[in-house]
Structure formats: structure tokens, C-alpha cells
């Protein structure tokens, strides 16, 4: 049991820990209840208004200076219980103005950094064709002079076997003559 306790109050505060909370929203959450709390006054306040309409304490059962002027009393108390529920109605509006103001501003924000993005994506893609025409056209000229290089190879062994065979020429015509 008293492991089992523990391991509840282990999750529940790794629980609080991990939550992301917005604040904004529990303010706009806390400031609902405080709006629903004074609502449930007034409607309290109303029904207290409504037994004292019907509270006659006068002679022959009616109404004396005292209930009515109670009766004021709660209907001031309810009336100004409305213009505190007015102003934290206008403080409700406030909050959830500025939370859609900054959603549509975070959303702006996500659209103009997607742009960005796409912008810099299309420049990179550019610069790697680029690359890719320039390596292709470099590969094209390496096997060119390659080709060049072999054909010159080749055309200079031919010439030194011609020289070498003019050599042996010369060296042989010129034995047969001392001869």
C-alpha cells in the first residue's frame, strides 16, 4: 500500500513536470471560473431578491418601508454585482482577443519562416545543378584531354619507333660501308 502510494504521487508529479502548460489559456480558464462564481452569486442574490418581493411583515399582510427598502438593497446588490461581471466579461474578451491575436500572429510567423525555407531549399537547388552541369562539363574536358593523352602517346611511340628503326638503319648502312 505504501508503495502503491508512492508510485501514484511519483507519476502525478512527473506528470505536473512534463505538462506543457500555456499560460495564457489557464489565466482565460481561471478568469471563466471567476466570471461562473459571480454568476452563481447573483442567481443567489436574485432568489434572495424574489423572497423578499413576496415577504410582507406589515399589518394585515403587507408590505412595510423596511421590506421594500431591502428589496432595493439586494437589487443594488445584484446590480452591481452585473457591472463586476460586466468588467471581468470585458477582461474574458480581452484575454481571448489577445490569444487569437497571437495565434494569427504565430501563424504568420510559421508561414513567412515556411517561405524562407522554401526560398533558401530552391536556392540550394540551384547551386547543386549548377555544381552538377559544372562537374559534368569538367568530366566531359578530363576525358577529352585523356583521349589526347593517348593519341599523343601513342603518336610518340610510333615517331621513336621510327627513329629507332632509322637508327638501326643508319648504324647497319654504316657497318656495311667500313666493311
Given amino acids: 500500500m505504501k508503495y502503491l502510494l508512492l508510485l501514484t504521487s511519483l507519476l502525478l508529479f512527473s506528470a505536473g513536470v512534463f505538462a506543457q502548460v ?5 489565466t482565460y480558464n481561471k478568469q471563466r471560473n471567476k466570471i461562473n462564481a459571480m454568476l452563481a452569486a447573483r442567481k443567489v442574490k436574485f432568489s434572495q431578491y424574489d423572497s423578499s418581493l413576496t415577504k410582507r411583515s406589515g399589518i394585515f399582510r403587507m408590505q412595510t418601508k423596511n421590506d421594500i427598502r431591502r428589496s432595493n438593497d439586494i437589487l443594488m446588490d445584484i446590480v452591481s454585482t452585473d457591472d463586476e461581471i460586466f468588467i471581468e466579461l470585458k477582461k474574458l474578451f480581452d484575454y481571448r482577443t489577445s490569444q487569437l491575436n497571437y495565434t494569427a500572429y504565430q ?5 513567412n519562416n515556411a517561405k524562407e525555407i522554401e ?12 555544381y552538377r552541369k559544372q562537374n559534368e562539363a569538367l568530366s566531359a574536358q578530363l576525358k577529352k584531354q585523356i583521349e589526347d593523352y593517348e593519341k599523343k602517346k601513342v603518336l610518340s611511340i610510333i615517331v621513336f619507333g621510327f627513329m629507332l628503326a632509322s637508327i638501326l638503319v643508319l648504324l647497319v648502312i654504316n657497318r656495311k660501308r667500313k666493311a
Fill in 22 to 26: 500555456n499560460t495564457d489559456s489557464v
Fill in 107 to 111: 501563424k504568420k510567423q510559421i508561414e
Fill in 119 to 130: 526560398k533558401a531549399r530552391i536556392g540550394y537547388m540551384n547551386t547543386i545543378n549548377s
